[in-house]
């Protein structure tokens, strides 16, 4: 694919990324492999909420192909295709899900020095079409998205955006909830070698006058632990310690507290992911 700005799905992920990924609150053990024919298979297990759950999957790649199939312990299977390049600078996704056959799913990317854009169908009676676009280079880019049910006649949602990026910092902010809601995040490294690190967000919804303020930091005890923490104005601090146990396999004890109810059970999560 070519250089450009990126998917309109990823304004603002560095930043939310790092205020969500690895805050675990459950249990989660899985393990991973692959085969000398190149197929990748995970085996999951989790358990939340005192109930279990897992599923098995398998991703093969084969030139410009991928195929990833999930099986789940309620016996259903979601199955993703992807191929890239069938016309230059595009990649095509279909996806579906067995027994829920109107689960189906088909998008179409292209990218373009200075623009990207999708187009999203359901693969039902009565398609929903999202559509983004963004325009712009690594560093700076505007994207909007837009979904629209041709049932009604109405459009399901609308959002804007812009991005800010830089190798040490990256700043967005989105429009969305069709107006209703607006977000502003940013990420900065604060050394070169990315040891540590601070993110904050804030966003607000017109609707209720609701406000949500949260700052996070990270830092790289060595080269195989890594600490990370999160605050928000309503109390909620969350934190993670991910250690690197062996080479490719990681454990995550991660866990929140409501520091204006002391009173409540804080919440504890572990995950435990091995490699080969």
Known sequence: M????????????????????????????????CSETGVAFTSTAVKKGGLSSGDVAA????????????????????TTFTIADIVPSTKAI??????????GKLEVQYFHNHATFTTALALSKNPVV??????????????????????????????AGVNLSKPESCASILLGDKG????????????QVRKSAAVAEFSRRFSTNENTFTVGGLYAVDNLTVVKAKLNNHGKLGAVLQHEVIPKSVLI??????????????????SLALKP
């Open 2 to 33: 070519v250089n450009g700005p990126g998917l309109f799905s990823d304004i603002g992920k560095r930043a939310k990324d790092f205020l969500t990924k690895d805050y675990v609150s459950d249990q989660k053990f899985s393990i991973s492999s």
């Open 130 to 159: 999202d559509v983004t676009a963004t325009l712009g280079t690594p560093t700076i880019n505007f994207g909007v998205e837009a979904g629209y049910d041709t049932t009604s006649g109405n459009f399901t949602k609308y959002t």
């Open 59 to 78: 991703l093969y790649k084969y030139k410009n192909a991928i195929i990833d199939v999930k099986l789940d312990t309620q016996s259903n299977i979601s």
């Open 253 to 270: 004890i991660a866990s929140e507290f409501d520091t204006m109810a002391l009173d409540k059970t804080p919440r504890f999560g572990l």
């Open 94 to 103: 279909a996806s579906f899900k067995i027994p829920d056959y109107s689960s």
């Open 180 to 191: 209703d809601t607006v977000k502003a995040s940013y990420l900065h490294h604060l050394d």
